[in-house]
């Protein structure tokens, strides 16, 4: 049945003209140039030499085997084997790397029985500054440019991961940035990051930790979330989750810096026993992913990591590895916008068009099981989905879009 499925074409052009025939023009954001660090990963075994078979731009070190309470699991007494490794594989793959500085050491930890991930402790506010102080030291003054970017914890809105206040963590978060802007001023620290699924838990404490943040003087060059869903979710909620997080920004007049999705999936189990885990491939998998990374330029995310590139397992509701029909359409997607600059528009029928090198495209698609029309430009001569299945296209003709490309 149509109305099941989403369509998305990719409309490409054989003249100059980046029109859109036959769809109303609502208010466009600003064109935007799409270098490739938006297609971000996870690649926890890249330390093992485990190399994506897809294009990406940027990976984020967690669950990497590389945080700060197995980096220095004595106090002053390092283990740098694993995220040596991490980081010379990233940068071999000329991947920018985003690296969590979290968390907790079980030495360091001011309460030890807070928190067992990765190791007890781990989501204790640090006993004493002057630790966090020397590992940020460490860290910063060993990799230099070799590390693109420092987050300072993760996910700390949940008690797995943080257990301390909001404003412990702000102290966290200046003492670090001053250290950075020291030893390497072009890197960018990444302010903490909040998963926005579990809302009274986002609620309690991503505005808290926003009000400390500009006490502080705004210490950080980019905000974060995590847009994971309940195992039901799909892309469309998560844009409602974008635009919480938007307006709590607004509400702490924090200054405009960048946004940032350091996490996302879909399919996994939570919360509560209402939501079992989905397991999501074929077409689902295909749509969700490729409209993750559309919907990210057209949010004005900047980034966007996907979680994780690994094999299979139940945690994940879709698999991002070789073969999968999510790792095409993140290559897809990728080969779209990448290296590209891109006007995306929000109706019904979402749009984004696509200038590369004097080359123009059209994405479409819609948000929500309804299908919509598009008409292809006159001067088109081929459509192209998500799969990356292209067909040549006749111009003036009026396409169904909805939720999967034919």
Not at 91 to 98: D, E, F, G
Not at 101 to 112: E, F, I
Not at 297 to 316: E, G, H, K, N, Q
Request: hydrophobic share 40%; charged share 15%.
């Amino acid at each position: 049945m149509v109305a099941a499925r989403t369509h998305r074409i990719l409309v490409t052009l054989v003249t100059a003209l980046g029109l859109i025939i036959g769809v109303a023009a609502p208010v466009a954001q600003a064109d935007t140039y799409i270098d490739g660090r938006e297609f971000g990963l996870h690649v926890p075994k890249l330390a093992n030499g485990v190399v994506p078979t897809v294009s990406y731009g940027a990976v984020r070190l967690w669950d990497a085997g590389v945080s700060w309470g197995l980096v220095e699991q004595n106090r002053g007494q390092y283990w740098w084997v694993g995220l040596d490794r991490a980081v010379q594989a990233a940068n071999a793959q000329n991947a920018q790397i985003l690296y969590v500085l979290g968390s907790t050491p079980t030495w360091a930890a001011s309460h030890r029985n807070q928190g067992i991930y990765p190791n007890r402790g781990a989501a204790s506010n640090p006993r004493y500054l002057a630790d966090w102080r020397r590992w940020v030291t460490a860290v910063v003054t060993r990799y230099g440019p070799s590390i693109d970017a420092y987050q300072i914890w993760n996910e700390a809105n949940l008690t797995t991961f943080w257990q301390g206040t909001p404003r412990q963590l702000a102290r966290l978060t200046v003492e670090a940035q001053r250290i950075i802007r020291r030893l390497d001023p072009t890197a960018l620290v990444v302010a903490a990051s909040s998963t926005v699924r579990l809302k009274p838990a986002f609620t309690r404490f991503f505005p808290s930790y926003l009000h400390e943040l500009r006490r502080f003087g705004w210490p950080v060059d980019v905000f974060a979330i995590h847009t994971y869903g309940p195992s039901t979710a799909n892309p469309a909620l998560r844009a409602s989750y974008v635009a919480l997080a938007r307006s709590e920004l607004r509400d702490a007049r924090a200054p405009s810096r960048p946004l940032w999705d350091t996490e996302v999936n879909y399919g996994i189990r939570g919360p509560g026993s209402r939501y079992p885990d989905k397991d999501i491939g074929g077409t689902k998998a295909v749509t969700y992913v490729a409209q993750t990374y559309l919907d990210s330029v057209r949010l004005r995310i900047a980034r966007t990591f996907w979680y994780s590139w690994s094999a299979r397992s139940d945690l994940l509701g879709i698999t991002m590895n070789t073969g999968y029909p999510g790792a095409t359409a993140f290559q897809t997607t990728h080969d779209w916008l990448a290296n590209a600059t891109v006007d995306c528009r929000s109706r019904h029928v979402r749009t984004c068009r696509i200038n590369r090198a004097g080359t123009p495209s059209v994405v479409a698609w819609t948000s929500s099981g309804a299908t919509g029309r598009f008409t292809v430009p006159y001067y088109a001569s081929r459509t192209c989905n998500a799969r990356n299945v292209c067909e040549s296209a006749t111009p003036g003709t009026r396409m169904v879009i909805g939720r999967m490309p034919r």
